[in-house]
């Protein structure tokens, strides 16, 4: 995930695209443990490893962004030992991880709502996020308690709120304006969404963002996923022309 690399062939789409942001619905980890006889929680514990593979694949193509899909707004509707379990991976992930992500030059980004995590949790990411602010070598989002609706609907609120201040006309209101609102506003757009398992939705994730985003979904679960199966998707990105509506 290096910033500053030369684009390789994997790396471009129609017309010389450079493919910068890449996302990713992580799905598969209860399926992968159920095929297995395992409990979710090894399902998860494999799907975390799958996540550092997926990072040094990221690095060594020059992939500039990856989001990650880790918890949904409406993960929450899971059984409290899933959570838990959950909640647990994700604080050993970043005693694990944050040493190595701050010393790459790799930039830790949130969306969504974290601190509706235990208040251990939610303090580990803020200190993770503080800790890789500078950093500029490449960016790391993770979303976190997150749902595109509600980020959509945050955005529309600010925005009326100008508008009932007077700070903004209605007229004003463009897309771009709308962009900027969202909680991805300072990552670059997005070019590839990624699905692993077999589904075939969005899952409100990146709905707005991924008004033009190329779209690849694969029958692999998550725990799964390697190094050839990101730079199958990279190779399918690029076999594709980005047309944007024009034609």
Known sequence: MTRKAAPTPAQTGGEGAVLRHVAIIMDGNGRWAKARR???VAGHRAGAEAVRRTLRAASKLGIECVTLYAFSSENWKRPEDEIADLTGLMKQFLRAEVDDLHEAGIRLKIIGNHHAFEPEAAAMV????ARTAANTASTLV???NYGSQDELARAMRALAQQVQAGTLAPEAITPAVIAAQLDTADLPPLDLLIRTSGEVRLSNFLLWQAAYAELYFTETLWPDFDEAALAAAV?????RERRYGGR
């Open 38 to 40: 395992l409990p979710r």
């Open 235 to 239: 190779e399918s990105y690029a076999c």
């Open 126 to 129: 803020d200190a993770a996020v």
């Open 142 to 144: 993770v979303a976190l």
